[in-house]
């Protein structure tokens, strides 16, 4: 019987009914939207601040041995140590493997470049452009055994003119600093001659290497000065095969620390030690704690704002049915089965406002996704059941004060005519 | 309390506010399987009592005795349930939840009851001769149907006192004698009513007759003994005066009790004009 009332009782004053789904939808469209771009895009966040460059920085171990000198150590001027170009699969096979956005290597070298009247000295630096790496032993036989990275998956918030090197093979082409681009007037297309010394034995050979410029960069940074080429070309220049430097790597980890990262890899790449930009990392954490809680405050009155809507539908709804309530006390029905019929409405309006607010909250989300963070959200169901619970929750709360008031209403008020 | 009493209502008082007092000390006893019909003019009180006598409302004080238990004790959930099982009510607007049908309407009082029989509720429309509009919702109905429907589900929960405000009120005169003669049916089968009414012709179907003016008991038409003791002898001076008046109707009984304060008025006119 309760279900024929709340039925017909539904069906009949169906456009306060919509009113107060509409006013819950709309807060559960919010809290949807925020929480779906605070979950799915709390790593996208975590991808955007990735594009200011890597978190992680993997150099090569060095046993260092002091010389009585504060500060200076028989390894850090000794040492110069590198990291095996065939060791860098291995960073893709840590447990967070799947955290790891990308990675490259840097092999540098201080080579001139003639300006026409003098030469310069410039930093060259070999990396992975669009480079595929075989993982050999992948860490579980589900992962892709094939990773393609390079700089602009680290960088790609660099504004390029001109186009990225694509081909991993390619011998001629350069990216070139802004910077470097105006000291030697080169524009895309233009080639250049580096020079550099080839040591055989003690002697000291310069040759010289021709490269076309097929991207200009700028970053506002160092990279403004820097000549780019691929790795393997910067490891012929300088004779040093299958060596690297450094490693960066861009770490994609909103709740796990990135230290984890850096001491995973060092374990499976024992030579190395990882070190963590921290500071970037807590300014990441700082923005994304601030844009969370920010999302919170929208949320918390997206939801009052639907109680009050809520709580407004069902004090006119109370009054417009005193009589009705009067009556069903007077033909026996007691408070407990008045407040059962009100909060059951409230039920029924907070989970059809759940579910309708799931669905605009989620084509919301896409909407902000695409235009803040140009990505898709993953849709994810356990949202639903979170917006189901806060409307449901925002309904029953904003009913108390009508339901009070309906449970005080007098049975006399029929037999009155009031 | 005798064995035939179902109600009684001793020294009763309703105040709505200081300025508002709607039943003034009132005194009555209803026998078991009585027709008690109660008459007077719009605002006399007579709604406000049979509210009290249904536990719809509360007295300020006094006591309401129905079945030996004395009602203005009981809190509102026991109220609630003593009405359900005890008491009937037909009202004059009828006051059908619009949107559930006939049936539904019944089985309602049924759910607040405890358990929902449709197969009862349906026999119950027969009974009134709704049987042919089951699944018709209050609109499609003429009045005198809603008023059978309503009477119906006063009836579900087998009370044995029906209350009635004004039951023929909004009715034509043929569907209001439909409704009187069930009415009357219900009674001959030992339910007591009491039933509030402007119509003379209607409350004369009782076996008594009460008339309430100003929150107070003016006539009763069985007898004046539960009337306060302040009017008694007055009764005879009464008839005097009504005869002299010529307001004694055709049989020599007169209905009408003016109360004390309007007797004394009266009676100076009539000396005034001789």
Redesign the interface.
């Known amino acids: 019987m309760l279900f024929r009332l709340l039925k017909k009782s539904i069906l009949k004053r169906k456009s306060r009914i919509i009113i107060a789904i509409i006013s819950v939808m709309i807060g559960a469209a919010i809290a949807t939207a925020l929480l779906s771009i605070s979950l799915d895009v709390g790593e996208k966040v975590g991808l955007e601040f990735r594009k200011y460059g890597a978190n992680l920085m993997v150099i090569p171990k060095s046993d260092t041995i002091s010389v009585g000198f504060p500060g200076v150590d028989v390894g850090s001027i000794t040492d110069q140590r590198l990291i095996n170009e065939s060791d860098l699969w291995k960073i893709k096979t840590i447990s967070w493997r799947n955290n790891v956005k990308g990675f490259t290597p840097f092999l540098y070298q201080v080579i001139s470049v003639d300006d026409g009247i003098t030469r310069h000295d410039v930093v060259l630096v070999g990396t992975y452009f669009n480079q595929t790496i075989i993982i050999q032993q992948p860490y579980s036989p589900q992962d892709n055994p094939v990773f393609i990275t390079g700089i602009q998956n680290i960088n790609s918030w660099w504004t390029v003119e001109g186009s990225w090197i694509s081909d991993q093979n390619d011998t001629t082409s350069a990216m070139i600093g802004k910077k470097v681009a105006e000291i030697f007037n080169l524009s895309i297309g233009d080639s250049f001659n580096i020079y550099y010394d080839e040591y055989i034995g003690d002697a000291i050979d310069e040759k010289n290497y021709s490269l076309t410029v097929v991207g200009i960069i700028e970053t506002e940074g160092y990279e403004d000065d820097q000549i780019f080429v691929n790795l393997h070309v910067a490891q012929t220049l300088t004779s040093r095969p299958e060596k690297v430097h450094t490693v960066q790597v861009s770490a994609l980890c909103n709740a796990c620390p990135v230290e984890e990262f850096a001491t995973e890899i060092e374990e499976k790449i024992p030579y190395v030690q990882g070190k963590t930009l921290r500071q970037l990392a807590y300014v990441e954490m700082g923005v994304l704690d601030k844009v969370e809680n920010m999302m919170l405050l929208i949320t918390i009155i997206a939801l009052i704002a639907s109680a009050l809507g809520v709580m407004t539908t069902m004090l006119t709804s109370v009054i417009e049915r005193q009589k009705e309530i009067g009556l069903m006390k007077s033909i026996g029905a007691e408070n407990r089965k008045i407040i059962t019929l009100f909060y059951s409405e409230a039920v029924i309006i907070g989970i059809v406002g759940g579910v309708l607010g799931y669905i605009v909250g989620f084509i919301i989300s896409q909407i902000i996704g695409a235009n803040s963070f140009s990505t898709t959200i993953t849709p994810r169901f356990e949202i639903i059941l979170v917006s189901i619970v806060i409307s449901v929750g925002v309904s029953l709360l904003s009913s108390i004060i009508p339901i009070r008031r309906a449970v005080k209403i007098e049975p006399a008020i029929v037999l009155r005519g009031e | 309390m005798t064995e035939n009493e179902i109600i009684r209502l001793q020294g009763i008082k309703k105040y709505y506010d200081e300025n508002t007092h709607v039943l003034e000390n009132l005194n009555l006893i209803i026998k078991k399987g009585t027709w008690t019909s109660i008459i007077g003019p719009s605002g006399s009180g007579k709604?406000t009592l049979?509210?009290i006598i249904?536990c719809?409302?509360s007295a300020t004080s006094g006591s309401v005795i129905i079945y030996g238990k004395d009602i203005t004790k009981l809190t509102?959930?026991e109220l609630?349930?003593f009405?359900?099982e005890n008491i009937g009510?037909i009202?004059q607007?009828y006051?059908l939840?619009?949107?559930?049908t006939a049936l539904?309407n019944v089985?309602?009082?049924?759910?607040?009851?405890g358990v929902?029989d449709e197969k009862k509720s349906i026999d119950v429309l027969k009974r009134v001769g709704m049987d042919h509009r089951l699944n018709h919702i209050p609109a499609h109905l003429s009045g005198g149907e809603q008023q059978r429907v309503c009477i119906a589900?006063a009836l579900i929960?087998e009370p044995t006192i029906l209350l009635a405000?004004e039951p023929t009120g909004n009715l034509d005169q043929k569907n209001g004698e439909i409704v009187l003669e069930l009415i009357k049916q219900l009674q001959k089968e030992g339910h007591t009513i009491v039933m509030v009414t402007h119509n003379p012709d209607v409350a004369k179907l009782g076996q008594r007759t009460i008339t309430v003016i100003d929150g107070k008991i003016c006539a009763d038409s069985s007898c004046a003994i539960e009337i306060n003791e302040k009017f008694e002898g007055i009764d005879e001076m009464r008839y005097k005066i009504d005869k002299l008046t010529g307001e004694v109707d055709e049989e020599g009984k007169d209905n009408l009790f003016y109360g004390e304060d309007d007797l004394k008025k009266r009676i100076d006119e009539k000396i005034k004009k001789r």
Do not use: K, S
Request: net charge positive.
């Open positions: 709604t049979l509210n249904g719809l409302d509102q959930g609630t349930r009405r359900r009510l009202f607007q006051h939840i619009p949107y559930l539904e089985m309602l009082a049924q759910y607040y009851h929902v589900r929960n405000d």
